[in-house]
């Protein structure tokens, strides 16, 4: 199996609960003209990363987080593909039934509410299966 790992700097621990930062950069991060652009892009994205071993971190400390790739295409199809295709299909649909452009747009996008409520009543079950992992 497949993982995706960064780089992380520990920030904070709480309880079993590690608060990380990673360093987020653009495709530009790797072009060597980075420097003279002025849109080279770099962000930092805190995580808590539950551990059951949280003692053995201290802020400051920089570690490797790991998620399993398969992981990462699965968010990545709940979080964008699937919202893609019930917006297009929706609009086709209103489209094809109604032939009324706008009622087709505010279907298409009024559609994604429940999709999104949907999401959040099971948040803690995607928080438990897309969660990283601090590796050893």
Not at 12 to 22: K, L, P, Q, R, W
Not at 45 to 60: A, N, V
Not at 76 to 90: D, E, G, M, N
Request: proline share 4%; with cysteine.
């Amino acid at each position: 199996m497949s993982v995706i790992e960064h780089s992380a700097t520990v920030t904070a621990v709480d309880g079993e609960t590690v608060t990380v930062e990673i360093a987020s950069r653009s495709a530009c991060a790797t072009c060597c003209l980075k420097d003279g652009c002025g849109i080279f892009d770099c962000r930092l994205h805190s995580l808590q990363i539950y551990s059951p071993t949280p003692e053995r971190y201290q802020p400051g400390q920089t570690v490797m987080v790991a998620i399993a790739e398969n992981r990462g295409w699965a968010a990545v199809l709940f979080a964008y593909i699937l919202p893609l295709i019930l917006v297009l299909s929706t609009l086709a649909v209103t489209w094809i039934f109604t032939a009324d452009e706008t009622a087709a747009a505010i279907y298409s996008l009024t559609i994604l509410i429940p999709y999104y409520l949907v999401l959040r009543l099971f948040h803690k079950s995607f928080t438990r299966r897309f969660s990283f992992k601090i590796r050893d």
